[in-house]
């Protein structure tokens, strides 16, 4: 049974940083893509970043791309998304998602095979 953990949310202020972690039981972190998205209130999960299972390939929505970094821990079997110059706008629940070995178009939401319960990111102005 694939189980996904996220931790490390908060409540935090604007400009600040953040890291989140994803605990993977049941997959491979080091084998799989892995993922993060987010859903603010009353808009859909959007991708935020993710990072393939030899980690040399990394993609990052543009809202996020210079500010955020995606990475794993194979050893632990942890993927990490460290979040620096947080704005308000990124105020939403992150979730955790985990795909498969070979994957095709990762920033949709219908790929992924596997999610977290999600852990929220409140951003103040």
């Known amino acids: 049974q694939v189980r996904l953990v996220e931790s490390g949310g908060g409540l935090v202020q604007g400009g600040d940083s953040l890291k989140l972690s994803c605990a993977a039981s049941?997959?491979?972190?080091?084998?799989?893509?892995m993922a993060w998205f987010r859903q603010a209130p009353g808009k859909e999960r959007e991708f935020v970043a993710a990072?393939?299972?030899?980690?040399?390939?990394?993609d990052y929505a543009a809202s996020v791309k210079d500010r955020f970094t995606i990475s794993k821990n194979t050893g632990k079997n942890v993927v990490t998304l460290q979040m620096n110059v947080l704005k308000p706008e990124g105020t939403a629940v992150y979730y955790c998602?985990?795909?498969?070995?070979?994957?095709?178009?990762?920033?949709?939401?219908?790929?992924?095979?596997?999610w977290g319960q999600g852990i929220q990111v409140t951003v103040s102005s």
């Open positions: 990072i393939s299972p030899s980690g040399v390939y990394i």
């Open positions: 049941g997959i491979d972190v080091g084998t799989n893509y």
């Open positions: 998602a985990a795909g498969s070995s070979r994957m095709i178009g990762p920033r949709g939401t219908n790929v992924w095979l596997h």
